[in-house]
């Protein structure tokens, strides 16, 4: 699973495997960062309405073009990714405490582990998609609803990982010596496996992220999720298709894209540093 | 003895699907009953009625009945087979689900198989010539593939091909103003093409990343190591025992994909206008089509329990590989 | 110059061998945790010949790498290896193309287990192997006789890997050494886990094959089954061949071995003193400069810590040491 590999030549060719990738994790992290701090600092005046500059196509000035309002589609664009990183950010950590909570109750015992994997099958018996719409309509809609919806349909595979790994940790010996001296099950859970899944949670919220990410961008675009007054890509998308026939093509390919490319950027980050944390995968 | 066994895996399979839709039943009637929606206002629209028909409504729909005693009457009814009438099409729901599912079908059925075969052949040649260009090309297409939010996808197919090109309608499945006879097979290949493609093009990344990395594994194993001992070499190892080895663990995973393709047909239709059951779905969600929305979400459970029952079915019995354990632990 | 017993090697070397090794080595690059490469030497310095109907047992303690020798013959190393040195086989150099072009007709390798099966591919199948079409039939044929020779009945054919039983996949897995006629044999640790019976029946089936003119290379963990059937016992130890002894010379207290380890080898067998040897193997990221047998040895001198010592060819047998004469 070599991403790092792809960038092999060039600028990049006197460096080894493990200066490329955390290169290319550093790079991308950068890139995330200055599009939430710049999301952060758009100020009111620039996506103002100028009826005098409505539906440009993309130029100098406006790289993005300008919607029929005649606010700036880059600006505009730029405060959604903001906003669908934030949202990301809030769904993926909700989630990623659901998962810790559940894996360790799943450690507890034969009753809780079945009724955790219960659980897991449960979530995963409806469509994502439809979950997360049905929650949302549950919760009134608006950002609580996708939040929610949205952390609640994810935490289901880190679970699993989580599981699986704690079973993997209870036939150590040190964990037998612990039960031994009669430590209690959740001393053992909190003192024992979570310094030892702290890494592994992280690197799932990061891996969590973009699914997050693309999953309130698709709810919301359905008009399930944000309200058409935040300037979420999924709201400028779906208005975007009101004007296709018309031939405004900027208004949706550039929001689209500059969201696959945030969302591409979360996966490398989460690919490498699965690479850096697991060697064995780069063995290739 | 097989036919026993079989008998009580699908016994045992029954009762979780009995289990299983019991539970989706109360939590998605206690979800909708949770939300602020008023079922009047959802069947009347936008019109104004008099106080009094309102009172026949809200008697009708059970506005001002418990909780418990409506979960009770959808559920009775539901056991007989009777799930409602939907609000927003004025017909029974089972109606409206059997018509949108069945168009739903061809469209996830054309685009289920034409990933699955498409991914499959791009993961063999990915895996074959692991860490060359043509794996990284394939490599590369698939994380942004993954990436890719649905939606969009279909919103730039519908431009190029649609609006550019003009090579396929805007809209809807069959052409406004013709009844079903009148719809010819043509009409509805060409109304089904772009969604299919869109639908295809991203079940391809998720199947050709497996099969690439199972493959990858596979040519790494100690069996494949043997034939190459033997002088088996290049293409024909591949054919003889990398996709002979890789063909059922894809399958299977085609499979459990069944609920990543309900999700991609509702944004699919969505964007097409494609009059499926996702369409069905955002319609019913935002119109409040309680009985509606309620139906879709137990056929949906239903169809990605088909999808891992079948998964399950070919790892279980159709694998020779699983048997042999059995016969040794 | 040469001295004596390297010349001796060399006249020895000429005419009949059918394999040489000369000075090989192997190594692989690794990544470990946080991406860092490093190297790992499996094999160094390695030399050893194999013989027109003789049994060469190559004999080393389990995990050794002595796998890793007979896939470095096949040519089927793992692409992060590094194989130096030289191989000729039948007097000409086998480079990788030569490797790819004989092995599976003239050089057959007999797989440890039943895990070197296809899973999902008939028995029958597998062990005919690759063929044009016009061939089935014969190769199906010859299959069926080698099978009826070996007391493995029709159903078999049909039959899955895992659907056989222990002693039918060894006998399986030597049939497929037999379909294609070859002249070079390596069998890899082919008698785990047998008892006494099927033991001294598989090491008959290679005795069968050196009578019939093959050259067979046993690569085995197992001295006392090595010692059974072989000609000539090649001693396995971190990496490297210490010892090439006949047969002959294992006997009484071991006196005509040649090398300290062989004669601890032979002396720790139950039946003789059974007197086990002290410490461990090198490991095999150790970097060691000298003889590998440095630190066990009872009879090191200054010169055994200073370089590999030279193979030397003494009363008919090779050996790496500076002790002996």
Known sequence: ?284 | MKQKKFGIFIGKKIIRLIILLIVVCIASFWLVEQSPIDPVRAYIGEMSIQPEQRAILEEYWGVNTPSHEKFFNWAGNVLKGDLGISLIYRMPVTYVIKERFTASLILMASSWLLSGIVGFILGIIAGMKSGSLIDKAIKTYCYVLIATPTFWLALILLLVFSVYLGWFPVGLSVPIGLTSEEVTLFDRVQHLILPTLTLSVLGVAQIAMFTREKLIEILSSDYVLFAKARGEKGFDLVLRHGVRNVALPAITLQFLGFSELFGGAVLVEQVFSYPGIGQATVAAGLRSDVPLLLGIVLVSALFVFLGNLIADIIYEFIDPRIKQQETTT | ?325
């Open chain 3, 1 to 325: 110059m040469l001295n004596n017993a390297e010349m001796n090697i060399e006249k020895r070397k000429e005419g009949e061998a059918l394999l040489k090794i000369k000075d090989i080595s192997l190594s692989f690059s690794q990544y470990v945790s946080g991406l860092r490469q490093t190297e790992l030497k499996v094999i160094s310095s390695l030399s050893m010949e194999a013989y027109s109907g003789e049994i060469l047992a190559v004999v080393g303690s389990s995990g050794s790498g002595k796998s890793l020798l007979a896939h470095a013959i096949l040519g089927i190393l793992p692409s992060n290896a590094k194989l130096l040195g030289k191989m000729e086989y039948k007097g000409q150099e086998l480079t990788q193309e030569k490797k790819e072009e004989l092995r599976g007709k003239e050089i057959a390798l007999i797989p440890q287990s039943v895990n070197y099966l296809d899973p999902l591919m008939r028995i029958s199948d597998q062990v005919i192997g690759s063929v044009d079409e016009r061939n089935a039939e014969l190769m199906k044929q010859t299959q069926r006789d080698i099978f009826r020779k070996y007391d493995l009945k029709p159903d078999v054919d049909r039959m899955f890997p895992h659907e056989l039983s222990g002693g039918m996949a060894r006998r399986v897995l030597v049939s497929t050494a037999l379909i294609n006629s070859s002249k070079l044999i390596i069998a890899d640790e082919p008698t785990p886990g047998l008892d006494e019976k099927n033991l001294n029946e598989t090491l008959s089936y290679f005795r069968d094959m050196a009578n019939k003119g093959c050259a067979v290379i046993l690569i085995t963990h197992d001295i006392e089954a090595a010692l059974k059937i072989s000609d000539k016992i090649a001693i396995f130890y971190a990496g490297t061949i210490l010892e090439e002894a006949n047969i002959e010379d294992f006997k009484n207290d071991g006196e005509n071995l040649r090398h300290p380890y062989t004669r601890a080898l032979w002396n720790a067998l139950p039946q003789n003193k059974f007197q086990a040897i002290k410490g461990h193997q090198p490991m095999q990221d150790e970097i060691i400069d000298g003889c590998f047998f440095y630190e066990r040895c009872s009879r090191r001198n200054e010169l055994c810590s200073k370089g590999t010592p030279q193979l030397k060819m003494i009363k008919e047998g090779l050996v790496r040491c500076n002790n002996v004469s």
């Open chain 1, 1 to 284: 699973m070599s991403t790092a590999a792809t960038i092999n030549k060039g600028l990049f060719r006197g460096l080894n495997l493990r200066q490329k990738t955390i290169l290319l994790i550093s790079f991308m992290s950068l890139l995330l960062i200055a599009i939430v701090t710049s999301s952060v600092f758009i100020d009111g005046g620039s996506l103002s309405t100028d009826f005098g500059s409505k539906n440009l196509a993309p130029s100098l000035d406006h790289p993005f073009g300008t919607d029929w309002m005649g606010r700036d589609m880059f600006i505009r664009t730029l405060g959604g990714l903001g906003l669908s990183i934030l949202i990301g950010a809030i769904a993926s950590t909700i989630s990623t405490l659901l998962s810790v909570i559940l894996g360790l109750l799943s450690s507890v015992g034969k009753i809780e582990d079945s009724f955790v994997s219960w659980l897991v099958d449960l979530f995963l018996s409806i469509p994502h998609l439809l979950l997360i719409i049905l929650i949302s309509i549950g919760l009134g809609g608006g950002a609580t609803g996708v939040i929610i919806g949205v952390a609640f349909t994810h935490w289901t595979s880190l679970t699993r990982v989580v599981r699986a790994e704690i079973k993997q940790l209870k036939t150590q010996d040190y964990i037998q010596i612990s039960r031994n001296f009669g430590k209690s099950k959740w001393w053992i859970a909190v003192k024992h496996f979570m310094p030892h899944l702290f890494p592994q949670f992280i690197l799932g919220t990061i891996l969590m992220f973009p699914h997050a990410i693309l999953h309130e961008a698709s709810v919301t675009f359905l008009g399930f999720g944000l309200s058409p007054h935040e300037p979420a890509i999924g709201i400028i998308l779906s208005e975007s298709m009101r004007y296709l026939s018309a031939g405004y093509w900027w208004l949706a390919f550039f929001p689209g894209l500059s969201l696959l490319i945030v969302v591409l950027s979360f996966d490398m980050i989460g690919e490498n540093l699965d690479k850096l944390m697991n060697p064995k995968k780069a063995q290739e």
